[in-house]
C-alpha cells in the first residue's frame, strides 16, 4: 500500500483545486488560497476509550 492519500478540499479555504506539492512525499498545495499542506497520521486510539459528553475521554 505504496499510494498516498489524497485530500477532498483544502483544509484552510475548503477548495477543491489542489494538485501535489514540489516540497517532498505528501505535500499538497491549493491553488485556490496559495497554501501548501501535508497530511499526517497521528497514530491508532487506543482501545477502551470513548468520547464522553463533555467532549473528554472516559475509559470503559
Not at 12 to 38: I, K, S, T, V
Amino acid at each position: 500500500m505504496s499510494e498516498r492519500a489524497a485530500p477532498f478540499h483544502c483544509p484552510y479555504c475548503g477548495d477543491e483545486d489542489l494538485r501535489p506539492g514540489e516540497q517532498g512525499h505528501g505535500a499538497w498545495e491549493c491553488g485556490a488560497c496559495n497554501r501548501a499542506f501535508q497530511l499526517k497520521f497521528l497514530g491508532l486510539l487506543a482501545r477502551g476509550l470513548r468520547r464522553a459528553d463533555n467532549g473528554g475521554d472516559d475509559s470503559i
